[in-house]
Every structure is written in C-alpha cells, then in structure tokens.
Nanobody, 121 residues
Framework: QVRLVESGGGLVQAGGSLRLSCAAS?????MAWFRQAPGKERELVAA????????SYADSVKGRFTISRVNAKNTVYLQMNSLKPEDTAVYFC?????????????????WGQGTQVTVSS
C-alpha cells in the first residue's frame, strides 16, 4: 500500500503563505488535500485528477489555494496564499482508491499523517 508523508506546515501570520508537500511512496491515482480544525469535521479543501488537468476547490479557499502535482516525483503540493486564521487546521494528504476524482472522504484509499497549519491574526 502507498504511504503518504506531508511536510511544510507551520505557524504563519495572517496574509502569509505556506506550501504543503505530500510525497507518496509509489504511484497514486487522484489526490486531494483535506483539513480538520478542532471540533469540526474533516473537509475537502482541494482535489486534483491523476493527470493533473482537472482541479477543484472548496469555496472558502478558491482564489487563494492551488493544488498541483508532479507525477515523476510522486508528489502533490498545496500552495496556500493570503492565509486567514480560519485556515488553521491539520491538513491531510489523501490518495484516491481509483482514477475517479475525490469528492468525499469515502473516495479516499490512503491518508497521510497530517501536518499542522496555524495562522495567527
């Protein structure tokens, strides 16, 4: 089974930027980033197709976050700009069960361990 390892989280001031990386131990299909804030359910932030030609975003991050992938490196990225305190959460990388686009948690076959992102006001 593929393993996913996230990196790039940390503490940043509001308005700042961070780039998360997710390195997979092998080939993956569709990929996504989820996040979970304290006391809240895990939510889908961004998703990307296997070829990288299709992406989708939660309304709350549209225009600020960009998901991308480099299949030759088995790596997916999440560029986060104009960060807000409400973006504070643990961010999880997710690999889909198949080539189908990830739309909900049920579509996820493998989860990363998560990386903390904290945005101070």
């Amino acid at each position: 089974q593929v393993r996913l390892v996230e990196s790039g989280g940390g503490l940043v001031q509001a308005g700042g930027s961070l780039r998360l990386s997710c390195a997979a131990s092998g080939r993956t299909f569709a990929m996504a980033w989820f996040r979970q804030a304290p006391g809240k359910e895990r939510e889908l932030v961004a998703a990307i197709s296997w070829m990288g030609d299709t992406t989708s975003y939660a309304d709350s991050v549209k225009g600020r976050f960009t998901i991308s992938r480099v299949n030759a490196k088995n790596t997916v990225y999440l560029q986060m700009n104009s960060l807000k305190p409400e973006d504070t959460a643990v961010y999880f990388c997710a690999a889909g069960k198949s080539f189908s686009f990830i739309r909900i948690s049920y579509d996820v076959g493998v989860w990363g361990q998560g990386t903390q992102v904290t945005v101070s006001s």
